[in-house]
């Protein structure tokens, strides 16, 4: 039948799919001739940055609005608590968290094999950023995604 299950697997390999194939586009244009160890540190090191800034950015903005909802339905607190959680967590923003997931998890583990070879792998870092890209992609979507549902139930 589909279910959510599926279109969950479904949404994180066709994203998974997306970066492999820019991955391979951007290898085969822009390979670097050389690289060096640091500058896989740098690529994890800017991809944590990246996620900070976007989380700094949009985190005070996104409870506002959320204090500005439940001003606007009159909720108390524990109301607040259970009521907010949709704003946050659902079936969309679960595909996103999980392709963050395995997205950290590969930039993490590619920036560890290119910091701890002998000779780097130039092509390996060109893909890590790629990962690094679509991550940023992926979690500035999410925001997105949360901010539009929030504006949507405020407008009501």
Not at 33 to 40: G, H, I, P, Q, V
Not at 84 to 110: H, N, R, W
Not at 119 to 143: F, H, I
Request: hydrophobic share 45%; with cysteine.
């Amino acid at each position: 039948m589909g279910g959510i299950g599926q279109k969950r697997r479904t949404a994180a390999a066709l994203v998974l799919a997306v970066a492999a194939f820019s991955g391979a586009v951007v290898r085969a244009e822009d390979e670097p001739a050389t690289c060096s160890k640091e500058d896989f540190e740098a690529v994890v090191e800017t991809a944590a940055g990246s996620l900070r800034d976007l989380n700094s950015k949009n985190r005070p903005a996104f409870q506002e609005k959320l204090r500005e909802l439940m001003v606007k339905r009159k909720w108390s607190h524990d109301e607040f608590i259970e009521k907010a959680k949709p704003f946050v967590q659902d079936d969309k923003t679960a595909v996103y968290d999980q392709q963050t997931d395995e997205l950290l998890s590969a930039i993490g583990s590619m920036g560890q094999e290119g910091a701890s070879a002998a000779t780097p792998d130039c092509a390996l870092l060109l893909e890590l950023r790629a990962r690094m890209k679509v991550l940023v992609d992926t979690q500035t979507a999410k925001w997105a995604y949360m901010f539009d549902k929030l504006s949507a139930e405020l407008a009501k």
